[in-house]
Structure formats: structure tokens, C-alpha cells
């Protein structure tokens, strides 16, 4: 039972446009949800995180919106540039359970 | 302050034989967790220690196992390798301070491959 979907395997987007990567979930008592990049031959690296408690947080570039009802979220990059060609994984996790629980990862290509 | 470090970075084994995996995690961390990523796959969730006892586990058979050490450095151990354990493995540490959330730190990895 997939609790954390990323529906799209893949996405392009020229440089310098907006890029929506999405990630829905399951399990409505997930109450913290994080966005990791990955680059090839490397470990994900943390990008962004979110609260339940929230619908919004902003960091420069990285904007993650929630969507509750929908048990939906979403991460914007504005604007997309070539070093923001990676693969991202959405991460959710229970407070009471430090285990995170991961999507299967979107890869962005940014093209020039 | 310095990353997850784990060792070796790359590993050729045969079917048949164990190997055994190692991670330090950031100075300070005291949960460590265990990922297998296979390409086109997210991240497999292995285990996670914290405080030298394995307080979550995944789905994956007795051939893989774990252990932390009083230092919090981790192992991992996989026997009777199969072929279908070629990954990446991934190790992160996280602080788990009260009240703090869950924010994991990657390792680099270790790519095996059994032939």
C-alpha cells in the first residue's frame, strides 16, 4: 500500500519557467511532509519541509503548498534553472513515528 | 560539523557471499535509518536504529540486518546475497531532539553490485 504517491516519473521544464512537481498521500494523520533532491550517484539532500499546522511555506526559490482536503502537496521552483535537474522525493511522517514514509521520486529536467 | 560518511562507496560481491555496510552519522545524531534504492524505485525503507536498538523495520527478508553501535556508528548486514540486491544504499541520520521534527541526512551511499 503506497501511502505517498508521485504520480509523475518525469517532468521538463524550460529554464527559467515555474516547475510543479506533486505528490498526494494516503493517510490523513501524517502531520509533517518534506521535499528531497538527488542527484545521480549521491544521497537525497533535504530542500524543504512543511507542517500540517500549514498551507504554505516559501524558501528563496522553493515554494511547498498543502493541500489538507486533498491530501495534496506540491512544490514550486521559481524559475527552474539547470542546476535544479534532479530527481525529488516527497516524504511524510507521523509525530508519533519517526519513520518517514517516501514517494517514488520525480525527475525534473530542466531544458536550456 | 561533518556529514553522513558511509563505507565503502562502492562494493562487488558474488551470489552467495554476505557483506556488511557502515555509516557514521553526523556527530550528535542518534537515529540512523537504512534505505535500498533500485533505479526507478523511491526509497525502500530497510530500518532505523536510535540508541543501539532497531525501533522501526520494513518489509525485506532476514538476509538483511542491522545493529548500532554505543557511538551510534551503524552497520548493515546483507547474507546469502541474490542478485536482485544490487542497489544503492543509503544511510541518514536525523537528531530527534523533543519537540523537533524528523529531518534526515544522507549518506552518499553505497552502489553494490552482485554478480
Known amino acids: 500500500d503506497q501511502q505517498v504517491k508521485q504520480n509523475s516519473p518525469s517532468l521538463s521544464v524550460q529554464e527559467g519557467r515555474i516547475s510543479i512537481l506533486n505528490c498526494d498521500y494516503t493517510?490523513?494523520?501524517?502531520?509533517?511532509f518534506l521535499w528531497y533532491k538527488k542527484y545521480p550517484a549521491e544521497g537525497p539532500t533535504f530542500l524543504i519541509s512543511?507542517?500540517?499546522i500549514k498551507d504554505k511555506n516559501e524558501d528563496g526559490r522553493f515554494t511547498v503548498f498543502l493541500n489538507k482536503s486533498a491530501k495534496h502537496l506540491s512544490l514550486h521552483i521559481v524559475p527552474s534553472q539547470p542546476g535544479d535537474s534532479a530527481v525529488y522525493f516527497c516524504a511524510a511522517s507521523l509525530d508519533s513515528n519517526y519513520q518517514l514514509i517516501w514517494g517514488a521520486g520525480t525527475k525534473l529536467i530542466i531544458k536550456p | 560539523k561533518a556529514g553522513v560518511t558511509q563505507t565503502p562507496r562502492y562494493l562487488i560481491k558474488t551470489r552467495g557471499q554476505q557483506v556488511t555496510l557502515s555509516c557514521s552519522p553526523i556527530?550528535?545524531?542518534?537515529?540512523v535509518s537504512w534505505y535500498q534504492q533500485t533505479p526507478g524505485q523511491g526509497l525502500q525503507f530497510l530500518f532505523e536504529?536510535?540508541?543501539?536498538?532497531?525501533?522501526n523495520k520494513g518489509n525485506f527478508p532476514g538476509r538483511f540486518s542491522g545493529r548500532q553501535f554505543s557511538n551510534s556508528r551503524s552497520e548493515m548486514n546483507v547474507s546469502t546475497l541474490e542478485l536482485g540486491d544490487s542497489a544503492l544504499y543509503l544511510c541518514?541520520?536525523?537528531?530527534?531532539?523533543?519537540?523537533?521534527?524528523?529531518?534526515?541526512?544522507f549518506g552518499a551511499g553505497t552502489r553494490l553490485s552482485v554478480l
Open positions: 541518514a541520520s536525523s537528531l530527534e531532539l523533543a519537540g523537533s521534527k524528523n529531518i534526515q541526512y
Open positions: 536504529y536510535f540508541s543501539e536498538t532497531q525501533r
Open positions: 556527530s550528535g545524531h542518534r537515529s
Open positions: 512543511i507542517s500540517s
Open positions: 493517510n490523513s494523520m501524517f502531520d509533517y
